[in-house]
Structures are given as structure tokens and as C-alpha cells.
């Protein structure tokens, strides 16, 4: 019998409810639901704006207040006014409420590498779930300015590396790029963009500059999870911001024949073909686009 895409999309809803105990009234055995577990999460993380804790879990006004009451009788939680604005409420994590967050951590931890180790293509669940996840966070991708230096950059950078080795038919060693310095890429001379979906990196792209009116766009890479949905498209938009904040007139980037992806997505932005301007031995095609 075929599954119609809509029953397969309820299986799998119904296999995550179970598999994420969203029905325990003691989730991983603490004695409180999921959703009280996942305020003091939220909040453990670094979260202590109520409403941005509330925007982030998707929950009403009244749901969060009721919430954060039970945590706070439970002395896991302290509520107080915002330092700066009186209308704001924070929310901080007491003593205990710390060692719940940890215990929770663990917990978690915990099962998700015996879930993992169950199965027998470890790799192949993990690209599975990066996937739907990135789809189910699409609307809640942030994309943020960061040093070219930080663990998120270098995430980024070192998949986007690996990837050119692959694709290139010569492969690819960035000590024979063009490779700019950090200091470049941060204002006031540039910028350095990261995509995270709930925390984790999906995207990057650079913006090179020397304090002229020219710059140039580096390392634009999207996870293979998030392609097909515009976020490239997202990227080359925020850095285009970036450049003309940086009162730049002038963009130029490069890009090699084996990433035809990125070539349309060039062209489809209103950039135009240039003669060579560089000595990189890598690029096949040159682009530059004045910024009005």
C-alpha cells in the first residue's frame, strides 16, 4: 500500500512525540513535563528575557506565565524587573535551578548517544535530522555578525574547505588561495556573517575590505541541509547591508566552474562578469556589482 506524503509526515510526528517523552508527566524522570523542562533550558542557556524566552518556545503569554510560576515555586528560578525597563520582566536561574539544568544536560546527553549508537548508519540519521531540523527552525534562522576567528566561523569555514576539496577537480589547499586576513573581514574595514539555526552554524560569507569604497565577498557557504531554501540568497542580501553600512560602493567576489549553484546565484543578484582581478589560482569566473 502507498503512504501518502501526508500520513508519512504524521508517522514521523508521531515517532518524535514518543521518542522526546513529550507526553511524560516526569520528563527523563525529574518529576516535571517537557515543557516546564524546556523553559529551564531555555533559560540555562542564557536566555533570561521572558519574552524572548516565550517567542523562542512558541508559547503564549499565559502558558509562560504559568510555567515560569511553577519553576519559580519550586525555588529553580528568580523573577525580576529589567534593570532598564520596568515593563520587562528577566528571569534568572537560582542555585538549584542550576543543578537542574546540569541534571537535565546530562540526562540528555545521554540519551541521545544511546539513541545514536543503536543504529547502524550513525552519519547517515545524524544528516537526517540536520535536515528536517534546519526546515522545521527556517523562520527563526538568525544570521549575526562574528569574528572570523570564533568557533562558529571555523566551523563554517572548515566544511566550506572540504567541500571545494571535493569539487574542485584539482581539489583545494587555502594556503595557495587568496585567503583574507581576519582583521579584513571585521568592521570598520569588513564583516564576517554566520547563519545559526537554534544555536548551531548552517551559513557563512565574508565581506574583505582595505577602507576604500571597494570590497570583496569571501567565503560564502550554506550547509548542504539548508541549500534549496533561499538561504544563500538570505546571505548575499545581509552582506550587501553589511558592505553598503560600510559606505562601500564597489563589490567584487570570485567563484570556480565546479559551483554552478553559486554562479546563478551571482547572476540572478544583478552581479556582472569582470575580467580577472586577482592572481588566485582557483577561480574560473569573476563578478562585481556596484551598490546604489
Known sequence: MEQSPISRYRRFSRAVTRQ????????????RPLGSARVLNAIGQGRCDIADIRAYLGLDSGLTS???????????????????????????????GRAEFEAYEDLS????????SAHPNRDALLEAM??????????AVTIDRADPTSDAALYCLERYYDELARRFEEGFDVSLSCDPEASDMVPPRGAFL??????????????????????????????PDARGAGMGQRMMEAIEAEARALCMETL???????????????????????????DDPYPDFFFEKRLT
Open 20 to 31: 522526546v517523552g513529550a507526553l511524560d508527566q516526569s520528563f527523563l524522570g525529574r518529576g
Open 66 to 96: 504559568r510555567l515560569l510560576r511553577g519553576l519559580e515555586d519550586e525555588g529553580l528560578i528568580e523573577t525580576r524587573t529589567h534593570p532598564d525597563d520596568r515593563r520587562r520582566r528577566i528571569v534568572g536561574l537560582t542555585e538549584a
Open 109 to 116: 546527553d545521554t540519551a541521545a548517544d544511546r539513541f545514536l
Open 130 to 139: 540536520d535536515f528536517i531540523a534546519t526546515a522545521m527552525n527556517r523562520d
Open 194 to 223: 554566520v547563519a545559526l539555526s537554534d544555536g548551531l552554524p548552517i551559513a557563512c560569507v565574508g565581506l574583505k575590505g582595505n577602507g576604500s569604497t571597494l570590497g570583496e565577498l569571501k567565503r560564502l557557504w550554506v550547509a
Open 252 to 278: 567584487r567576489l570570485d567563484t570556480n566552474r565546479a559551483l554552478p549553484e553559486a554562479y546563478e546565484l551571482y547572476k540572478r543578484n544583478g552581479w556582472t562578469e569582470i575580467d580577472r582581478f586577482n
